[in-house]
């Protein structure tokens, strides 16, 4: 009877597999308030309140950066994954995000309009992403996009350049962000 109950026991206990690791918990860096990442709502149904004639709505969503001001990190745009983008500002200019945020995830929280954006406004952002003088020349109309004034981010913890410390001053005297 030892003699089956021994090989029996060692294949079962070969057979079950082992406890389940924990998830690695995500840390993250907060830029302006502090913005509960595990409670957001989903970008589509507040783009779908926006289209329904709704003038703005304040929650916490998700999305990719597509790009940053390269010159402060005091904007960035998010994609929408509709073909569409977000502009976002900070709430009374109180804080950036790092430069090199673009492709991340970034949970935001704050006000999301549909607004107009100037032509002043668009040429200054295609200065700070870097664009040539005859791109920006080329600028001569005001687009309707999505806005948002964002009063938190939340970006996924990981090593950023030190020289982002050292932000070039940026003049805001002829425009509004």
Not at 95 to 124: K, N, Q, Y
Request: proline letters at 3%; one cysteine or more; a negative charge.
């Amino acid at each position: 009877m030892k003699r089956i109950l021994i090989p029996a026991v060692a294949l079962l206990a070969a057979c079950t597999s082992p406890e389940a690791q924990p998830e690695a918990q995500i840390s993250y860096d907060y830029f302006g308030d502090t913005v509960q990442v595990g409670d957001t709502t989903q970008l589509s149904a507040l783009l779908a309140q926006l289209q329904g004639g709704t003038d703005s709505v304040y929650a916490t969503f998700s999305a990719p950066i597509s790009s940053v001001c390269q010159v402060k990190g005091c904007w960035m745009q998010l994609d929408l994954g509709n073909g569409e983008e977000a502009l976002v500002r900070f709430k009374d200019y109180g804080f950036f995000v790092p430069m090199d945020a673009a492709s991340e995830i970034a949970f935001v929280e704050g006000g999301l309009t549909v607004d107009t954006l100037s032509v002043e406004w668009l040429r200054h952002q295609a200065e700070d992403a870097g664009a040539s003088d005859s791109a920006i020349a080329a600028i001569t109309e005001p687009r309707v996009s999505y806005s948002v004034l964002a009063t938190g981010v939340a970006l996924a913890k990981k090593e950023r350049a030190a020289a982002e410390a050292e932000v070039e001053e940026h003049d805001h005297s002829s425009h509004e962000h």
